[in-house]
């Protein structure tokens, strides 16, 4: 009797803990689109530290993918729901004027990596500055933000 009690628990819980991965809730949103900068981010980086050729075609449009995405986390964010946890901290929801200022911070970034980008013919070296300052946008977001 305790036994089949024990293992109607353990599918209970297995059940539940279906629930939490839903692929639509707000935190797998927002999750897949960071990750999706992180790779766009990666691979421009990528191309002006000479991991990978750097190819003009291809940072333009990486650029331009990175401005779009950058975007759109921010939509992502309602108040965790009860019992929710994610790696954004608390401070997300406490301190919202400075979150949205720093996610501002990063759209300005990548608008003008992206306005760079467009200048023909691209170089590297031109790139940089602003690389630079699209991944100290996300930095300093990260370190008041998120959870390590
Ligand atoms: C305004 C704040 C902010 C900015 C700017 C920001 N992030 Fe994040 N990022 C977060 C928060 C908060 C989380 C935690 C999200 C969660 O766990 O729900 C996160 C999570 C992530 C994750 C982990 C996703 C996962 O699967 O758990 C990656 C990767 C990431 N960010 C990449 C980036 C990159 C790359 C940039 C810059 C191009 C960036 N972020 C800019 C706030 C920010």
New binding site residues.
């Given amino acids: 009797m305790y036994k089949r009690f024990t293992a109607v628990l353990c599918v209970a819980v297995v059940l539940c803990g279906c629930e939490r991965v839903d692929p639509d809730s707000p935190?797998n949103l927002?999750?897949a689109i960071?990750?999706d900068?992180?790779r766009t981010?990666e691979r421009l980086g990528g191309m002006l530290r000479g991991r990978v050729a750097f190819d003009g075609q291809a940072f333009g449009e990486g650029a331009t993918r990175?401005d779009t995405l950058?975007r759109q986390?921010?939509q992502h964010?309602p108040p965790p729901a009860e019992g929710e946890r994610?790696?954004?901290?608390p401070a997300?929801w406490q301190r919202q004027a400075r979150?949205a200022d720093?996610?501002r911070?990063?759209e300005a970034a990548?608008a003008a990596l992206h306005g760079q980008s467009q200048h023909r013919p691209l170089r590297a070296g031109e790139l940089q500055a602003p690389m630079d300052a699209?991944?100290q946008?996300?930095t300093?977001?990260?370190r008041e933000?998120?959870?390590h």
């Fill in positions: 935190s927002r999750k960071f990750k900068m992180l981010s990175l950058a986390p921010w964010f994610s790696n954004a901290q997300v979150f720093l996610a911070q990063l990548t699209v991944e946008a996300c300093a977001c990260h933000f998120r959870n």
